[in-house]
């Protein structure tokens, strides 16, 4: 059974970066089968997908964050990461880490974490 | 970018009810659409995929219907674990997006 937890501060500071790691168990991101993405829920809101990575480092990731986002992979500890850079209070969410069918065809989130909130205030 | 609006975004419903959500999209997707169901704290689940696939382990009482621009879920007798939020999701372009939810509460 796949799991994912995610890890990383739960406060982060105004214009500061903001970097969560996801921890993969009961599968191995380097099979190549899978796409790892973080998707993240203001609270009270609705969803929204950032970016995602495969184990080679190939990413992808929204264009409304693409300026502030690197995603990376550690194929070696079973972890990819987010790090989010300048962040407002608008940043404050819920973020999740999941797996991603990926390859065009395919590219919903079967495994999820249980997701961490993150605080952006001073 | 892909606009997808769900409705209605609040449905109150007793159970045993046949209740039915419904998902727009702003272009054609063919049937690249999942739904997904929130409880409160908890991280979404998978319940279908291309548009009327369930996902394994997802009860039969989950159905879901469309192609193209106009997607449909259905729970066709609803029971007391099933009161939470659903969300579309399409996977036809990027980036992936979401619609806005639908919270499913008890009449």
């Known amino acids: 059974q796949v799991q994912l937890q995610e890890s990383g501060p739960g406060l982060v500071k105004p214009s500061q970066t903001l970097s969560l790691t996801c921890t993969v168990s009961?599968?191995?991101?380097?099979?190549?089968?899978?796409?790892w993405s973080w998707i993240r829920q203001p609270p009270g809101k609705g969803l929204e997908w950032i970016g995602y990575?495969?184990?080679?480092?190939?990413?992808y990731y929204n264009p409304s964050l693409k300026s502030r986002v690197t995603i990376s992979v550690d194929t070696s500890k079973n972890q990819f990461s987010l790090k989010l850079s300048s962040v407002t209070a608008a940043d404050t969410a819920v973020y999740y880490c999941?797996?991603?069918?990926?390859?065009?065809?395919?590219?919903?989130?079967?495994?999820w974490g249980q997701g961490t909130l993150v605080t952006v205030s001073s | 970018v892909i606009w997808m609006t769900q409705s209605p975004s609040l449905l109150s419903a007793s159970t045993g009810d046949r209740v039915t959500i419904s998902c727009r999209m702003s272009?054609?997707?063919?049937?690249?659409l999942a739904w997904y169901q929130q409880k409160p704290g908890k991280a979404p689940e998978l319940l279908i995929y291309?548009?009327?696939t369930l996902q394994n382990g997802v009860p039969s009482r989950f159905s879901g219907s469309g192609s193209g621009t106009d997607f449909t879920l259905t729970i066709s007798c609803l029971q007391s674990e099933d009161f939470a939020t659903y969300y579309c999701?399409?996977?036809?372009?990027?980036?992936?997006?979401f619609g806005g939810g639908t919270k499913v509460e008890i009449k």
């Open positions: 990575i495969y184990y080679s480092g190939s990413t």
């Open positions: 999941a797996r991603d069918g990926g390859d065009g065809y395919n590219d919903y989130f079967d495994y």
């Open positions: 999701q399409q996977y036809y372009s990027f980036p992936l997006t």
């Open positions: 291309a548009a009327s």
């Open positions: 009961g599968g191995s991101i380097s099979s190549g089968d899978y796409y």
């Open positions: 272009q054609g997707i063919s049937s690249y």
